[in-house]
């Protein structure tokens, strides 16, 4: 520096230049608001911080200590053992919930070393793990971030930002989350302990293979419960979390023998396991991926079912009665799918076991079973357009090309095969499209035939014990189920409950009335069929026309009690298939005529509420409403559902729900049934085969269940005779392994039955000297037993000519006992009445009902060809009763 008087006065003159004050001053100013500046701009940025935090926070899910809990578990079916038979899975509801006494300590050692080593020491965030993961995301300028959360976190990720994985890329979101996640996790921790939160964590994740929480995982990938799982085995489940697909232990076991061995490392380091165990458990490395290979080829077999018939029936029961509780469809069908429902069902795991394995036995069947094909096809032209093409496209193609009588019904499986690739390429060739697999697209399933379904009830609670709903493979959850929902006719067996039992109850009739099987029309004039051949069979009692299945008898009591009457008793035996007026085409069907005696319905029945409906007559009349559960609860065990009694009703009187079983314990002892007796238990039941015969039925019980046995082709085809007595040998072989432990017993007698002997063929009490050879004793109902005399036997003068009472002009009387022809009620006149051509040309119409003195006088008589006459009036008798022999109908 110069110190000279002229440095010194130059420097003086600097310092005080104003231009350089001037420049000092702007230069300070300057930086004092730049300082400024940068305050405002910090404190404008801390406080936006602030606001875009406390806006982050004000967006927070607001939750319940109820809300961090895992949604969408499965509901659970038992039987009523207890013991699980099937679990009713929507998407993401694979999870089953237990409690922190049945996971083993090591199974969330497991978890807390591979996911949160630190979790019992911070409250919710793990500041080290923070301050590491974003040290190497900026290290790596974005490109490699690792996972910060925390047990706790996670568990919220599972239970209340369950959209998480929508977030795809977008880091806003992604922040916005996250912060949101360390909030509630501060917040649940002041609330939650650690073995809680551990508890609900374990319940909530996703371990692969559709398995949601650990005792799911265990099930899928051990086959046992989490409470039996080793440390080994611990290490592989707690392994899969972080990434389910890449650490998948039966698709990428590779990777997760690594993880699993860093889980069992950092196990040991955090002293959660000694030496010795971790010794133990890495010996096992090889062995545990092979218990699970082992296990998945088992689980895949038995899971290839898709569920039984009984447990699809119980799905929907329970759906309908959710409904009926307060419930909208989709609410139902949510809470049974992914609600966790506990569903305690009526099955017996034994009975059902025995009609499994007689159902798949195939001596039950006649040999060379027969295929049912069911065919899409969809060809798709150059365009792009897609030509569907269905069975009944390929049944109608086949009709007109190749056989007339072509129904889709195959000998074998290849002889389908073949006539699919003959229609697939007629089709082809039509569209003008290569055939080439590129082209088409086709389904191709077969079923075997004839088909079969039954059901087994316990009569005295209501409970369907056992199920099926068809033979062979079941391919898939809540197919066509034969028992519950195929509509078929019932044939004979609705002439207990459709005619005889309204007619017992209410209508005055008993065991012994009398109706004569004899020609006779409904009332649009077609003739009644008789299942036999073999002509009339003249007077015949209730408690007969049941044991040998009658039809005339069965139409004439119907007639005479109305069809009407007969209607309401069905609909209170339970059967909802029934119509009193619907549209079909241009006609308007109801259920409630005379061929209702029959079983000739709009629609038919199903063997569910055939069950049903004998099980009250079983029951001593009273109906209790066939139930496939008995309580639902929720997985906290309140009870959603209780069925433990089912509603009930009086339907027939105890009495007379007594007469017709005794009538149907002749069924099985001689008449139409005996085929299913199997010695020493009470039976009583009826068969019924429609017309064609297009259905097989076998419906009956015995002191302990009822059993309803239905057997056809699915297509309506008609079955030959040894396909016929299918539905007899299923409910013969069942029913027989069913009560071998149980005691043979006979059915009660209620108070109220009397015997009386009578007069078969008047169904009144008997003349001493005429009636001998047709009295029996029987049973009736006290006040309904007969009090008049039998008035079809007759001594007296008769004519010789027709047998009748002789006129005074007969010239061939005789004295002596002759039986009467049958006075029935009027009712039935107008279906049986016989035009007798007379000598004189003219005619006399004449009815079973006529029972008066021979019409003919001397001249007749004097007529030298009147033998001639009887023989043409015979004659014609006898076409006329040719004519109206039937088809087979029993």
């Not at 608001?33 to 936006?48: D, E, P, Y």
């Not at 001493?768 to 009090?787: H, I, M, R």
Request: net charge negative.
């Amino acid at each position: 520096m110069n110190y000279s008087k002229k440095g010194v006065r130059a420097k003086q003159k600097t310092l005080n230049s104003k231009s350089q004050k001037w420049g000092r001053k702007i230069a300070l100013t300057c930086v004092k608001v730049m300082l400024a500046a940068v305050v405002g701009i910090g404190i404008c940025g801390v406080a936006a911080g602030i606001g875009v935090f406390r806006g982050i926070l004000s967006s927070t899910p607001t939750i319940r200590l109820s809300d961090v809990v895992a949604v969408g578990e499965a509901t659970i079916v038992y039987d009523r053992e207890g013991n699980e038979i099937d679990q009713y899975v929507s998407t993401n509801s694979n999870r089953l919930s237990v409690g922190m006494d049945e996971i083993p300590d090591y199974l969330g050692k497991a978890f807390v070393a591979i996911e949160d080593e630190r979790f019992y020491q911070h409250n919710g965030i793990d500041f080290k793990s923070i301050i590491r993961a974003g040290y190497q995301f900026f290290k790596t300028g974005g490109e490699e971030a690792q996972g910060a959360s925390t047990i706790t976190q996670q568990l919220l990720k599972n239970t209340v930002f369950t959209d998480w994985t929508s977030e795809g890329n977008n880091k806003i979101k992604k922040i916005k989350r996250k912060i949101q996640e360390q909030y509630l996790a501060l917040e649940i921790t002041k609330y939650y302990s650690k073995d809680e939160i551990l508890l609900r964590y374990m319940n909530a994740i996703n371990l692969g293979q559709n398995t949601l929480g650990v005792e799911s995982a265990s099930l899928r990938y051990f086959g046992k419960h989490c409470s039996e799982l080793t440390i080994s085995e611990c290490a592989v489940i707690a392994s899969i979390t972080q990434n389910p697909s890449k650490y998948n232990p039966i698709r990428h076991p590779e990777e997760n023998v690594k993880r699993r061995e860093k889980c069992l490392n950092k196990m040991l380091e955090l002293g959660f396991i000694s030496q010795t165990q971790y010794d133990e458990a890495m010996a096992d490395t090889d062995a545990v991926y092979e218990r699970i290979g082992l296990y998945d080829i088992d689980y895949q077999k038995a899971n290839a079912t898709t569920g039984s018939y009984f447990s699809d029936a119980v799905y929907e029961q329970v759906k309908q009665d959710l409904i009926l509780s307060g419930y909208n469809e989709n609410m139902a069908e949510t809470l049974l799918t992914s609600g966790g429902l506990r569903v305690e069902s009526t099955l017996d795991p034994k009975i059902q076991a025995i009609l499994n394995e007689e159902y798949a036995d195939p001596s039950n069947y006649p040999e060379n079973v027969k295929w049912y094909l069911n065919y899409a096809l969809t060809i798709i032209s150059p365009d792009g357009t897609k030509n569907n093409f269905s069975k009944e496209n390929m049944m109608t193609w086949f009709k007109q090309n190749q056989n007339s009588k072509f129904n889709l019904i195959f000998s074998s499986q290849d002889d389908a095969y073949a006539a699919v690739d003959t229609y697939r390429s007629a089709m082809l060739a039509q569209l003008g499209v290569e055939d080439d697999a590129d082209n088409y697209e086709e389904t191709i399933s077969m079923t075997p035939q004839p088909q079969s379904a039954m059901v087994i009830e316990e009569q005295n609670t209501g409970y369907v014990v056992a199920m099926i709903g068809g033979r062979g493979a079941k391919e898939g959850r809540r197919t066509l189920n034969r028992a519950t929902s195929a509509k078929r006719l019932p044939g004979s067996t609705f002439k207990v409950v459709a005619s005889y039992a309204p007619a017992l109850d209410s209508a005055g009739k008993t065991l012994a009335t009398v109706y004569n099987d004899a020609p006779f029309n409904y009332a649009d004039g077609t003739p009644v069929r008789n299942w036999y051949k073999t002509g009339y069979r003249g007077i015949q009692n209730i408690r007969s026309a049941i044991r040998d299945s009658l039809n005339i008898i069965a139409v004439k009591n119907i007639t005479v009690i109305t069809p009407r009457l007969g209607y309401d008793y069905l609909l209170n035996f339970g059967f909802t298939t029934l119509t009193d007026g619907v549209q079909v085409g241009n006609e308007i069907k109801s259920d409630v005529n005379q061929s209702l005696a029959l079983g000739g319905l709009t629609y038919g029945v199903t063997p569910y509420e055939l069950t049903g409906a004998y099980a009250a007559i079983a029951n001593g009349g009273t109906y209790v409403t066939p139930k496939l559960y008995t309580r639902v609860t929720d997985s906290d065990g309140n009870v959603i559902l209780d069925n433990t009694n089912p509603a009930t009703r009086q339907v027939i009187k105890e009495t007379t729900a007594f007469l017709l079983t005794s009538a149907m314990q002749d069924v099985v002892t001689s008449g139409t049934g005996g085929r299913v007796n199997f010695g020493g238990m009470a039976i009583a039941g009826k068969t019924g085969t429609t017309t064609g015969p297009t259905d097989a039925w076998f419906v009956g019980y015995t002191p302990y269940y009822t059993a309803a046995t239905w057997t056809g082709y699915d297509n309506n085809v008609d079955l030959n005779s040894a396909e016929d007595g299918v539905s007899k040998t299923l409910w013969r072989k069942v029913m027989k392994r069913v009560h071998e432990d149980l005691p043979n017993t006979q059915f009660p007698v209620p108070s109220g039955i009397v015997q009386v002997a009578v007069c078969s063929q008047s169904g009144k009490l008997p003349i001493p000297g005429l009636c001998d050879g047709s009295v029996y004793t029987e049973y009736f109902a006290e006040g309904t037993e007969p009090t008049e005399s039998c008035d079809v036997h007759y001594q007296g003068e008769i004519c010789a000519y027709d047998g009748l009472p002789a006129s005074p002009d007969c010239p061939f009387k005789y004295t002596g006992v002759a039986t009467m022809p049958l006075v029935e009620d009027p009712a039935l006149q107008q279906g049986s009445t016989v035009i007798i051509n007379n000598p004189d040309g003219t005619q006399t119409v004449s009815t079973p009902n006529t029972r008066s003195q021979c019409q003919h006088d001397a001249t007749f008589f004097a007529n030298p060809d009147y033998e001639s006459v009887i023989n043409q009036q015979q004659a014609e008798i006898n076409a006329r009763n040719a004519a109206a022999q039937p088809q087979t109908e029993e």
